[in-house]
């Protein structure tokens, strides 16, 4: 299934920002109104990069279509737990699966810049939550931190099978044997999944 969603625009604007050999992408930005605040969609790796910059995969379309459902934006960046572009998490060799310096100066720019952070790496980026720097920048700007929902392991929903329904909630998190997870905060009330 397709999504599609009409967004009216004063001048559509696309740029990446990838290594030499295009087998990184730090950041990824679409802005269709610069008028209007940002959002950040933190997201576990991204696909192989796409020659044609307005062409989004399924998960990030669905996420941009429940983003812009739910606020008055004028642009996104998505940036990754991990920077070595895939187009599975499986197929993300483990040699980089490691927090990287290069791509957190791209994740902490977009998290500083923006005015809402949605949080949709999925089950498996808990290990990643583990470096210090990471736990940090959300811990400084928790104010800002949206998911669509929160797993078991309360770790943050990955967009693919989720309603386009779905509105956006507010997290609070913790520390569990160094872990970072997130709870919802609902009606100010803490509901733990």
Not at 87 to 107: A, C, G, H, P, R
């Amino acid at each position: 299934m397709s999504i599609i969603t009409t967004i009216p625009f004063e001048s559509l604007q696309a740029h990446n920002v990838v290594d030499k050999d295009k087998k990184c992408r730090y950041s990824m930005v679409r802005t269709w109104n610069i008028q209007k605040d940002k959002v950040t969609i933190i997201m576990f790796n991204p696909r192989t990069l796409e020659p044609n910059p307005f062409i989004l995969g399924q998960s990030l379309s669905k996420c941009v279509s429940i983003v812009i459902e739910n606020g008055d934006y004028g642009a996104i960046e998505v940036v990754n737990l991990f920077a070595r572009t895939s187009n599975s998490q499986k197929e993300l060799e483990m040699e980089y699966k490691v927090f990287d310096e290069v791509n957190f100066k791209y994740i902490k720019g977009a998290v500083e810049s923006s005015s809402m952070v949605v949080l949709a790496w999925g089950k498996k980026g808990a290990k990643v939550s583990r470096n210090k720097k990471f736990k940090n920048l959300l811990i400084n700007y928790r104010g800002k931190l949206k998911c669509f929902d929160i797993y078991d392991n309360k770790q943050p929903k990955y967009p693919r099978n989720l309603s386009l329904g779905t509105t956006l909630k507010r997290l609070l998190h913790g520390y569990e044997r160094g872990y970072i997870f997130f709870v919802i905060l609902f009606m100010e009330k803490v509901v733990t999944i």
